[in-house]
């Protein structure tokens, strides 16, 4: 279910949103076209907002890994792969 919630806010919520953007731009009047304007604006804010929380996300798990790391330093004195080196 969660994947199928990302999926819709990941793609299928601005592409939607931009397609009415551009149907409002091709087909209104003067507000119409505005709206339409915006509409798409909105549809690219949304992919940006996206991407932005995708790339906090993977940072995330990228610190944790580092944590790890240092944790695994403070007890044995190297870090994870030297250990491979010395042999």
């Given amino acids: 279910m969660a994947r ?16 009415v953007g551009i149907v409002l ?8 076209r505005g709206a339409g304007i915006v509409l ?3 549809a690219g804010l949304v ?13 995330e798990g990228d610190r944790e890994r580092e944590e790890e790391r240092r944790r695994y330093f403070d007890r ?4 994870p792969d030297e250990r491979s080196r010395r042999r």
């Fill in 4 to 19: 199928t919630g990302l999926t819709f806010v990941r793609i299928i919520l601005p592409a939607a949103i931009a397609v």
């Fill in 40 to 42: 798409v604006g909105v």
């Fill in 76 to 79: 044995h004195g190297h870090w």
């Fill in 47 to 59: 992919v940006l907002a996206n991407l932005l929380m995708r790339l906090a996300i993977q940072s």
């Fill in 25 to 32: 731009i091709v087909v209104g009047g003067d507000a119409a």
